[in-house]
């Protein structure tokens, strides 16, 4: 059954070949055997998982219920969930039970999925490996001794090994599509504003989205189905009608016009690049043409989002003063004594280094050579991504510079790791929609080819997402030790 | 730029984050070297260029002044650190 596609597990469902208990237990089973080696959730919840099964399973029964009824999913630790611990990776949310649930977690319960548990990730989602998590490193399922990329490391894998048939993450810089095209498993990072931040746990407001983790664009479909759509309590939620993403999958793609960014190819390792030329020479089969584009502000957008991405970080962070939540030290001696060592102790190193970086880019006298000037860089990214889609439908190139690397390869250089996002940040600086694909592997490790769209063009980014899936079968293998 | 170890404890005390000499070192090292990097910002010419703090250049909802919370009072102080009688406990702040 962990083989299946959402698609099939709910056809499945649908005719009781099986019972969403039964589905839900399968899947329970295999955390409980396979998590010791991978690490991928923090928090397993089989009660919870075997109550909402059972629910689903009443409706099915009568043959009510909607495409995701009685389909067990877990949720990246960044999502509140109401009473179950959320810990967002930190040790000063580690005794967090969140009063509500975030609106991600509401409308998937509402479309009658299982909560199987919380996925671990990146402390606060800032990193690319999973490494910074207070929960410990997650494994990558192909290679036990790479990572799983990050910050949504824990839901990539745990899809990847058929821990869950699918999962929810964030994209902040590439946190969904990184760790989707390590671990060889489909992510969507949905147009900023399309899915609800509500309850999501704040990392940089202006760059965070929610999105879908699956095992292909049908399934991402499916998710982003329910997942997306105006919600009020959101105030950047985008008040739009949401398209139905499971009737454009099949869409024809004669006469599609893909871009291919330059600066995407320049410095292109020459596995990577036949990954992808292999990718392009599918869909020329299907009638797609190839345009080259160019992107000539895109090798800022690294550096701009390290000084974008800390600044809103140092400000939403503020929040932890170990007064209403969260972790508190013991015994301060005064208030000050309080709140310095809260945040001493509460927060670990990559998430010190970025509050300070912040902290120092809007303090008086920087503020102007750093944020403004970050600013402006992100509007001329914005912008050459707008002239690029008034030339083609999308954008094609990787999603990382290589595939997965070691564990603590790059754990001693966060520039290092700042850069294996290269491909990625300047989508999340626009604000645009992408997609990571399983494009084939590398030294037996997956690799992924990233798809850009314009602003709320999810729909098409799927379509032209699953016609490649139904020429290829890269989405369909499964990492030897969990099959 | 290189950032001395005073600039660093000060950064770290406006961002109430208490480090110790050994940390301050190395994050003025790291803090430094990220400091390096994003310098390559200063390359472009952005006269001129109005800077983009969000992606959907969208003005803030508005929506009428009417209560739709409900009081959950018990709930929100039931997860703090320290409470009595109601009220978030903090060290005494006026002697």
């Known amino acids: 059954m962990h083989t299946k596609t959402l698609a099939e597990l709910a056809q499945g469902l649908k005719r009781r070949e099986f019972s969403s208990r039964e589905l839900t237990q399968h899947f329970l089973d295999r955390i409980r055997r396979h998590d010791g080696t991978l690490n991928a959730f923090i928090t397993v919840t089989p009660e919870r998982a075997l109550a909402d099964a059972d629910a689903a399973d009443v409706a099915l029964d009568r043959g009510e219920g909607g495409p995701l009824t009685g389909i067990p999913l877990a949720q990246k630790d960044i999502f509140c969930t109401d009473g179950i611990r959320t810990t967002c990776g930190s040790r000063m949310l580690d005794n967090f039970p969140p009063p509500y649930d975030a609106t991600v977690v509401a409308r998937l319960a509402q479309a009658g999925t299982v909560l199987l548990g919380k996925l671990n990730m990146d402390e606060f989602a800032m990193g690319s490996s999973n490494e910074t998590s207070y929960y410990g490193p997650v494994r990558n399922p192909w290679n036990t001794d790479c990572v799983p990329g990050g910050s949504s490391g824990g839901s990539a894998a745990a899809v990847a090994a058929g821990l869950t048939p699918a999962a929810t993450g964030t994209d902040t810089g590439g946190s969904i599509r990184q760790p989707a095209a390590f671990c060889g498993i489909t992510g969507l990072k949905p147009t900023y504003g399309r899915v609800s931040r509500w309850g999501m746990i704040a990392f940089a407001s202006s760059l965070d989205q929610g999105g879908p983790m699956a095992r292909s664009a049908e399934d991402c479909a499916m998710l982003l189905q329910a997942m997306a759509g105006f919600d009020p309590k959101d105030s950047t939620s985008v008040d739009r009608p949401v398209p139905d993403y499971g009737a454009a999958l099949d869409r024809d793609l004669r006469g599609i016009r893909i871009g291919l960014p330059e600066e995407y190819f320049a410095d292109l390792d020459p596995a990577m690049a036949q990954v992808l030329e292999a990718a392009m020479a599918e869909y020329r089969r299907l009638g797609v043409e190839f345009k080259a584009v160019s992107l000539p502000n895109i090798g800022l957008s690294v550096p701009a989002y390290y000084v974008i991405a800390p600044s809103e970080c140092s400000s939403n962070l503020a929040r932890y003063d170990g007064v209403r939540y969260g972790y508190r030290c013991r015994d301060p001696r005064d208030l000050e004594d309080l709140y310095l060592r809260t945040r001493a102790e509460g927060f670990g190193a990559e998430v010190k280094r970025r509050i300070l970086i912040g902290t120092y880019a809007l303090s008086a006298g ?18 050459d991504f707008r002239r690029a889609f008034q030339e083609v439908d999308a954008l094609l190139g990787p999603t990382t510079p290589t595939p997965a690397f070691r564990l603590g390869e790059k ?3 966060p520039i290092a790791m700042y850069l294996s996002d290269i491909y990625t940040i300047a989508v999340n600086l626009a604000g645009l929609p992408g997609m990571s694909v399983p494009a084939g592997f590398i030294d037996g490790r997956p690799v992924g080819m990233q798809l850009i769209g314009d602003y709320f063009a999810e729909d098409r980014l799927l379509n032209i997402a699953h016609r490649y899936q139904r020429e290829t079968d890269w989405h369909r293998r499964l990492p030897p030790e969990f099959a | 730029m290189a950032l001395t170890l005073e600039q660093v404890k000060q950064i770290a005390y406006l961002a109430r984050i208490g480090i110790g000499d050994e940390d301050a070192a190395r994050y003025t090292h790291d803090l430094s070297s990220i400091l390096d990097f994003v310098a390559q910002m200063d390359a472009v010419d952005t ?17 009428p002044d009417e209560v739709t919370e409900e009081n959950q009072r018990e709930k929100f102080l039931a997860i703090a650190p320290a409470v009595e009688n109601g009220l978030y406990l903090v060290p005494k702040v006026i002697e």
């Open chain 1, 366 to 383: 920087y503020y102007d050579a750093y944020y403004l000037k970050a600013q402006k860089i992100r509007r001329l990214i914005a912008d």
């Open chain 1, 411 to 413: 754990t001693g250089d």
């Open chain 2, 47 to 63: 006269t001129d260029i109005e800077p983009m703090a969000h992606p959907l250049d969208l003005p803030q909802r508005l929506r």
